[in-house]
Each structure stands twice: as structure tokens, then as C-alpha cells.
């Protein structure tokens, strides 16, 4: 298979970036998965490329909130150096920005980090909530929840006044506005489609003219939890089409998310690549088959 030759710039839990010249940027999302902010040993087949699909969806009906980075997903479209026979459908092309220093969280249900605050406190991040809710439930209103960006570790809860201080207040104004609005957006197209968000998380960056884009990726199952709502009920961990199927996994096999992870059974790695292409297929009504790719036209 054909290398890229392009220069190479990083390597995160999932994606790699490289120089694509005139302030562009190669991004190529492998089949690499992490939780608890640990890559596992064992890749998911045809993962880089639904999370590129996905987004590229995400990137075109969310372009009337907020611009964003995308430039192009055709292969066509990559400077010399890219390997488009190797990295077509998991490649975008991207404006490079300045990164905004903080993860954007929109929940509108009580279930990760949120719940277990609840269970401790009744509160979400310096907010009171009802209480008697149950994990899973649905929030009376989304909320916005941000965290620290950390490059190494795990991120950080903020409350508003902390992520404020962090960013400025106009912006902290303007990133939970959008962030909002972007859940709100997806939630709504969703359970159209049979499909609960129950959280997604979204990034910022300014590009050189000072312009706030929506950048990375946005709405994928690995950025967000999506769960079939004909089996959602309030309680427990409603199933899934994202990585908490892979961290239920987990659960009960005595690993205490510290590298290595044990391997993933086959079993769980060819559930995840199904319930990745079922969210797509049903959240764009576009056949993942016809996605780019070795043997696809699209």
C-alpha cells in the first residue's frame, strides 16, 4: 500500500495530521479505538472511514449554525504526497486553525462523568439538578458541560465560571451558544431517524482571518453516544452505537484502564464496526457501501 509522503505533523489516540502546503491539513482517521483515554490493542475494520463519513454529513448540515475547517473528502482533491489509493474515505482535507483550549460538551441526558457527579452530589457541574433521576434520564434542558483540553491525561470538568476564565467570557458566551445549537441540531435529526444523542462533544478553532470553525470531527459515534430509541429506557446503559458498547465490554473483566487494555474479542470488534455503519446509514439514509473507498463509487 502506498505511504503518505506528505510531512507529518501528529499522531493522536485516532487520527494523524500531516502538511497538506497553503495552510491546509491532511487528516487521516484510522481504525484505531481508545477509552478511559487508552488506544486498545485491537483496530475496528472500516472505522477511520465511517467517522470521516459521518462527519463530512455532520460538517454539511450544521454548515448554517457554524463554519467549519472542511475543505474536501474527495481523494481527487489532495495535494500530491496523500496516497489517495490508501487513505480515500478516511481522509479530509482541512483549513488549519488555531485550536480553542477547551473540549465543548452538550448533554441532554444524565450518563457518563454527569451521572456519576449526580449520584455524589445532585448536581452537574456546579448546577442543581431534580432529584430522584435515574441514569439515562433526560435532562430537563441540555446543558453545556465543558472540560480542559489536556494533552496528556484526562480532561477536566469546568464549571462555567472556570471555563469562562479559561477562554474569556465572550467566547465562553459564544462556544456554549453554538455547541447548543449543534446538539440541538443533531438531536433533532436523529430521532427522526429512530436515534437518541444523549451527548456529543465538538471543537473550536480560529482560522488566520480570526473566523470560529467548527473543527476535528463532529457527531460521530466516537465523539458522541447515540442510542436506538425503540430500546431506550431510563435507569441503565441504554444500548448503543458507540464506544460504550465497547466499554461495557469491559465492565466485570477486573481491568482497571490503566495501558495496556486487554485485547477485544472478536465478537465485540465486529459489533462495534456494525453498530458504527447502522448509525450512519440510518442517520444520512446514504449506504455506507457507496462511502469512498477501494471498491466504492460514490
Request: net charge negative.
Amino acid at each position: 500500500m502506498t505511504e503518505i509522503t506528505l510531512p507529518h505533523l501528529y499522531s493522536g489516540k485516532v487520527r494523524d495530521l500531516y502538511d497538506a502546503g497553503d495552510d491546509r491539513l491532511l487528516m487521516v482517521a484510522s481504525d484505531r479505538i481508545s477509552v478511559f483515554d487508552v488506544v486498545l490493542p485491537d483496530p475496528v475494520p472500516d472505522k477511520g472511514r465511517v467517522l470521516t463519513a459521518i462527519s463530512a454529513f455532520w460538517f454539511g448540515e450544521t454548515a448554517g449554525i457554524v463554519p467549519n475547517h472542511l475543505v474536501s473528502v474527495d481523494p481527487s482533491d489532495f495535494p500530491s504526497g496523500a496516497a489517495p489509493e490508501a487513505t480515500a474515505g478516511r481522509a479530509t482535507l482541512v483549513r488549519s486553525t488555531r485550536p480553542v483550549r477547551l473540549e465543548c460538551i452538550a448533554r441532554g441526558y444524565l450518563f457518563g462523568g454527569a451521572w456519576s457527579e449526580y449520584r455524589e452530589t445532585g448536581r452537574v457541574q456546579g448546577r442543581s439538578m431534580p432529584p430522584g433521576m435515574r441514569r439515562a434520564e433526560r435532562l430537563p434542558e441540555p446543558l453545556f458541560t465543558p472540560t480542559t483540553k489536556a494533552e496528556v491525561g484526562h480532561d477536566e470538568p469546568l464549571d462555567d465560571a472556570a471555563a469562562a476564565a479559561l477562554v474569556g467570557d465572550d467566547l465562553f458566551e459564544r462556544l456554549r451558544e453554538i455547541t447548543l445549537a449543534v446538539y440541538r441540531h443533531g438531536a433533532a435529526h436523529a430521532e427522526a431517524r429512530g436515534i437518541l444523542l444523549a451527548d456529543t462533544k465538538v471543537e473550536f478553532g480560529f482560522d488566520d482571518d480570526g473566523r470560529l470553525l467548527l473543527i476535528d470531527e463532529v457527531l460521530t459515534p466516537d465523539s458522541s453516544r447515540y442510542w436506538p430509541a425503540d430500546a431506550y429506557e431510563p435507569g441503565g446503559s441504554p444500548p448503543s452505537f458507540d464506544k460504550q458498547y465497547v466499554r461495557d465490554s469491559y465492565a466485570g473483566s477486573g481491568w482497571d484502564h490503566t495501558p495496556p487494555a486487554p485485547p477485544l474479542p472478536a465478537e465485540v470488534i465486529a459489533g462495534t464496526r456494525a453498530r458504527y455503519v447502522e448509525a450512519y446509514e440510518r442517520l444520512t439514509g446514504l449506504r455506507f457501501a457507496d462511502w469512498y473507498g477501494p471498491t466504492a463509487k460514490p
